[in-house]
């Protein structure tokens, strides 16, 4: 699992400002990498404004730029998963881009 000391070595958070030891991107605050995959990865991190324990899932910059149709198709699995309401089921608070990177809050 990745820290966040170091966290500013990670690749993908290469364009994201750092603060106090930290990635700040968008309202959260990212401690720790806990995963990821083809299409990105997925952090561990707080919701400054909510004050909520947070999943931060990140869209690959590349595929956003080879083909806007992954980012429409990232943006839709959040929005269809913000719909769907159940005690089992991630919640999905947030959909957006920042520093060139598409994020969904969970």
Avoid: W
């Avoid at 990670?10 to 364009?15: A, F, G, M, V």
């Avoid at 919701?47 to 990232?74: C, T, Y």
């Amino acid at each position: 699992m990745t820290t966040n000391s170091t966290l500013k070595d990670d690749p993908l958070l290469r364009t994201v400002p750092e603060r106090e030891g930290f990635k700040i991107l968008g309202p959260c605050i990212l401690y720790a990498r806990v995963g990821s995959g083809g299409m990105g990865a997925v952090y561990r991190g707080s919701h400054v404004n909510l004050g909520l324990d947070v999943a931060v899932k990140l869209l690959k910059p590349s595929l956003a730029v080879e083909n806007p149709d992954f980012v429409l198709r990232f943006e839709n699995e959040a929005r269809i998963a913000a719909r769907v309401q159940n005690d089992r089921l991630v919640r999905v608070y947030d959909v957006g881009e920042s520093f060139g990177l598409h994020y969904i809050l969970m």
